[in-house]
């Protein structure tokens, strides 16, 4: 149930042609080039760092309630504060100069908190990190649809998926065989006066490449901004201070919400309830593994990784034929298609835990990944479709939020139930299947539920639009 970044979320989709010259493909492509590579890295820093879940827990002595905290709400408390505010900073100035910073942040934290010293230290790496990455999406989105003609965007966005799969198998590959390499080592060594835990090099290792790519960022030619309907963005002149920052925080796209409640929270719901489990699933792979059948990091990073880039590759590309095929039948086929793949993700996700073998747990996995990324295309298209045009950015904005912030709580929701209701940190299976059970149920009754009135929003902006 994973929403990848299959369609130009958050923004307002391709901007119009306004007669204004179209920059040069080959530095459009260029600068596609370096948002994929950055896209690789955070999603690689990602990935790595589920892999070393356990090396977490052991080192820093830490409960399952604060590992699943460390890998989840740490990296969007943050977010939360200045997301929003900072993802601004895409209308305010060269967008180049936005991700390059971005990425450096990103890369420079990560490898800091390789070097951090204690717990504490180790958790306000991740919040500065969720709060760099809070402007990158915008920013990559916003200056590809300015490079390309829209013809060329649903390539464009194709091609941008590398990032995501790639970063992602490549992580979890990767970094089975990177664990076993430091394993090798002393458990601990002498830095600068600092002591480092052996596993700390390998997010050394990974934020270091984020140098290059702000580098390589600062070579791209920052397009002319197209023009088209501008976003209600903006509170009315003479407005108070608590106005104007309700409005950068996206109150008027709330109200527009609020207003065809019947349609929208459905579907907000649907996605926050199976963001908790899909979301926080990943976070508990390695844990879930480990300790129920025994298995280290490499044995399940070598049958994970290759499955996983097969299964991303498939779903993306059987999701958007499935609501393609939906949609010559259906006018609801975007919601149709995600309650149908939602009822199939919680099956196999809640068959996982109960599986008798690791291969078997694994296969029931991946195929979640499968589905997740099937659902991910008529999900992000279904928002753009009922979105108020004037203020499509925000609505998408916020709906993405509920998926990113609701999914950081999954990973501490699992490890909570690890704690305080299982009891049993060797029996991490338990809430895994408690958590499945409880979420992904009720999230694929709300998006059956969310199929009619969206259906009646289709045709209701159809028959203004005649």
Sequence with gaps: M???????????????????????????????????????????????????????????????????????????????????????????????????????LIGTITALGG??????QFVGSRLFVGASGA?????????????????????????????????????????????????TWPETSEFLGLTIFSWQWIMVMAGAPGLLAAVLFLFVREPARRGGPAAAAQAPAGTSFGRKLATAMGWDAAKAIWQRKRVFLPLFAALAL??????????????????TFGWNELEISRLMGPLLLVAMLAGITFGGLFVSWLGKRYKDANIRATAIIFACTATVTIAAPLMPSAELAI?????????????????????????????????????????????????????????????????????LLITAVAFLPVATFFMWRGIRPYREEVERIEAESR
């Design 2 to 104: 994973a929403i990848a970044p299959t369609s130009p979320a958050g923004s307002a989709g391709p901007a119009p042609d306004s007669g204004q010259p179209w920059p040069s493909e080959k530095a459009g492509f260029y600068a596609l080039f370096c948002i994929i590579f950055a896209t690789f890295l955070n999603f690689f820093d990602l990935a790595i760092f589920n892999m070393l879940a356990e090396r977490m827990k052991a080192s820093f002595e830490i409960s399952d309630t604060m590992l699943g905290f460390v890998q989840g709400p740490a990296s969007v408390i943050a977010y939360v504060i200045v997301g929003i505010p900072l993802a601004r900073l895409v209308d305010l100035y060269p967008r180049k100069f936005v991700l390059s910073g971005g990425i450096a």
């Design 115 to 120: 070097l951090a010293q204690s717990f504490g």
């Design 135 to 183: 402007a990158n999406g915008p920013g990559s989105y916003s200056l590809l649809v300015d490079f390309f003609r829209p013809l060329r965007i649903p390539l464009v966005f194709a091609l941008l998926q590398l990032g995501y799969v790639l970063g992602q198998t490549a992580g979890t590959w990767g970094g089975g065989y990177l664990l076993a390499w430091t394993d």
């Design 274 to 291: 199976s963001a908790i489990e899909s979301q926080g699933l990943p976070a508990w792979r390695v844990p879930f593994i480990a300790r």
């Design 363 to 431: 296969g029931c996995m991946v195929l979640g990944v499968f589905f997740g990324m099937a659902g991910a295309p008529a999900q992000n298209a279904a928002i753009q479709r009922i979105a108020p045009n004037a203020m499509r950015g925000q609505v998408t904005a916020l709906y993405l939020f509920m998926f990113t912030f609701f999914g950081a709580m999954g990973s501490f929701v699992i490890g909570f139930v690890s704690d305080y209701v299982v009891g049993d940190p060797q029996q991490v299976w338990k809430a």
